[in-house]
Nanobody, 126 residues
């Protein structure tokens, strides 16, 4: 079992920055691949960024490349999403998720992640 708790969401103006955190606990939290997803009402949950468990290889959706950075601190069992140059279209609920099976390459499919946090709202005003 893995428990995930996100924090760091909020309201920011376009062009601003936020850093999301995802604190993980549980027997396999430190050895899981981790992903960040986002969802807006009426749309499917979409992949934003991911990081592998061993070498920390990172993966990004095209729409965030160059603006967002995912990282992990295995000693703290925490994954971060640094979001810069935010746009109004980045407004969504952001979720972190864990894949303890450590698929390679990292999956972009939310159905292949077993554990999810409760989500944190990010709102970017224009």
């Amino acid at each position: 079992q893995v428990q995930l708790v996100e924090s760091g969401g909020g309201l920011v103006q376009a062009g601003g920055s936020l850093r999301l955190s995802c604190a993980a606990s549980g027997t396999t939290s430190s050895s899981s691949s981790m992903g960040w997803f986002r969802q807006v009402p009426g749309k499917e949950r979409e992949f934003v960024a991911g990081i592998s468990w061993r070498r920390g290889a990172t993966y990004y959706a095209d729409f965030v490349k160059g603006r967002f950075t995912i990282s992990r601190d295995n000693a703290k069992n925490t994954v971060y999403l640094q979001m810069n140059s935010l746009k109004p279209e980045d407004t969504a609920v952001y979720y972190c998720a864990a894949d303890p099976t450590r698929r390679y390459p990292l999956s972009y499919n939310p159905s292949e992640y077993d554990y999810w946090g409760q989500g944190t709202q990010v709102t970017v005003s224009s």
